[in-house]
Each structure stands twice: as C-alpha cells, then as structure tokens.
C-alpha cells in the first residue's frame, strides 16, 4: 500500500465498512458521554452557585429547565443543518458552543447571565451533539441495527453522570465553582482539535450496503417535514416523547430529596441515585434486545409497565423504607430513563425515511425537549404547592401512562 496515500483512502478500503462503524459508533458514544455529563452536571454546582448569590433553590433551577428547553426547540434546526452540511459542522459547533458557554459561566455574576450561558447555550450545545445527529449518522451506519447502536449511545447518559459528576465535584473543592467552570469550557474548545482532524468525507458516507438499502427502499417516498406533520405517526411519536419525559422528569431531580425525607440517610439516597447510571445501560440494552426478539411494540410496552412498577414502590417506599424497595425501583425506574428512545428513533427514521430525516426527526424530538423542561418545572411546583411528593408522583404517573397510549392506539405505531 502507498504510504503516501490519504488517510481517508486508507480508511475507505473494501474490507473496512464494519470497523468504520464501529469508530463512528464510538466517536457518538463520547460525544454523548461529554454532553450529558456536562449537562446533568449542573445539579452538583447548582448548591454552591445558589450559595455564592444567595438565590433561591427554584431561582437557580430555572437553569436547568431552560437548558432542557433550549434543547429540545433546537433539535429541528439541527437535523436541518445536519441534512444541508453534514455532522462535521455541526458537532463542531457543539462543542464550540458548550466551550464558550462555560468559560462565560466562569464570570456570570446575574442569574440572566447563568440562564443565558448555562441554560440556553449549554442546552444547544449538548443537542447539538447529540441524540439526533447521532441517529442520523449511526443510521448510516447500522440501517436496521440502529435501535441496538442507539441504546449504546443514550447509555452515554448513564455514563456521563458517573465520570462528569464526581469530577464536578473534586474540581469545585478544588478550584471553586468558577474555576470548575473555565476548566471545563478549556477543555470542550481543546477538544475542537482532534474533532476537526477527524475523516468526517468517510464518516459522512455511510456504510455502503445500508446506504444502497436504504436509498432502495424510499426511493421515490420523499418525505418533507410538511408532509410528516400531516401523518398521524408524527403527533404520536411527539406526544410519546413529551409525556414520558414529564413522567420521568418530574420525579428525577427530586429522587434524592424524597429519599433523604422518607428516612434514608443522605449519603446512601444520592448513592443509590446514582447507581441509576450503571442499570440504565442494562436497561438499554435490554429493551434493544427484545426489540429483535418479541417485536418493538411489545418491548416498549414492556418498559412502560417497569417504569409503572418503579414509580408504585417510589411511592411505597415513605411507608416502608427498606432495602428491597429501593432496589427494585432503582432498577425498575432508572434502567427505563430514556430506555424507550433508541426505539423511538429507530421507529421515526423508519417511517421518515428520505433526506430530509433529520429534520423531521428533529422536529419529533422537541417534545422530549420541552417534555423534561415542563415535567422538572412542574415537579417543583407541584411539591411547593402541596408540600407533599403524592400528588407528584400521581402526576408522574398519570404522565407516563399518557405517552404509552400511542403505541396501544395508533396504527403505525401498533404494526
């Protein structure tokens, strides 16, 4: 082989569209990592920013209301530029968004300024790498495969929140939170490095086979977002979106508090919280899993009904605070967080097929966005409201209930 020839030619011999794949399975995968860790980080600088200010806790938590917010609302944009100018530019303006907003994180001294640069422009940054142009890059890659490729990657979540959290941590201790802040926004722009230098012409490509598949199988379809929007199984997989992500999100931030009240002491809730990372990619798995086996409707059936079972020992555990209910709802619960995603894309990019997917899948995955915004948002309140977690957790589970309807009533989602 001529050692002078371009990497990318080196990469693009015949025999390597599997490895290929698994690189840019990978390359998603952390992209993922990074970006959830540093979102879900904000619940560990979120006590000592409120400190320094003396704000009050639902002050501070409009933050990160408003990074699930700014999201979801930019996630159609994204699938548009993706569509029009490839992952390269846009995870590229990921991470320089993410980097940019950290270092001004660093010197916000006005809640405006917190909500701009961690709120909204964290927000984007984090949709910007990732789940839709992970989907429509990996969807390249797997073709029919890809629910499996995409539970490794909202695994990511799982992932991020065990490596980013407790690294949050030691550099606030260190460092305070300002300086955690600017060490992390230093680190995201250095990684702009490597990203640029990345064969994104061979990644961009896709697979060969799966690409010829695909471009057989919609030919002539041509999907547009209008004409989405017209189809039923658009509204359905948006409402799927939005009503899980209020269930799970209303209860999510508050998880630990409701522990430490139901007589669990502190350590050991935020512990067993956080446990929920290491289930939840169980859990994503598993789900992806029977997908192949039983079939996609009964498999995310089946997520709802242990998501249902988790939110009920949730509630039995103030009345019976043991060991074994606490186990079986972190693992009910937290392996079902976001288990239902991998599917649901898979099922929209489907249906969607074209060249305009990104887009529409886009435009589907702003209800998981201003879902988890309205489901956080809405927790809080109704707990101050009330002064009591029932209420809460009967509004959860009415929530949950609400996004499996879909897939019992609605044609394109039941075959």
Known sequence: MDQNAPREDILTAPAKPARVALVVLALCFALSVLGRGLGESFTVFLKPISESFGWDRAEVVSVYSLCALAGGLAAPLIGRLFDRSGPRTVYTLGLALLGGAFLSAAFATHLWQFQLSVGLCVGIGIAFIGNVPNSILLG???????????????????????????ASQLLIDRFGWRGAYEIFGALVLILLIPLLLLPWRLFSRGSPHVVKKAAESFEGEGWTLASAMRHHAFWALFATFFFTAIGMYAIAPQVVAYLVEAGFPPLQAATAWGFSGVVLLFGMLGVSSLDGLIGRRPSVLFSYALSIIGIVMLWALQWYPNFWLLTGFVVCFGSMIGSRGPLLSATAMKIFRGNRVGTIYGSISIGSGLGSAVGSWSGGLIHDL???YNPLIVFALIAVVLGMIPFLVVPALRH
């Open 386 to 388: 009330t002064h009591s």
């Open 140 to 166: 390249r890659w797997f073709g029919p495969k890809l629910p499996t490729a995409m539970a490794v990657v909202y695994s990511a979540t799982g992932a991020g929140v065990l490596i980013l959290l407790p």
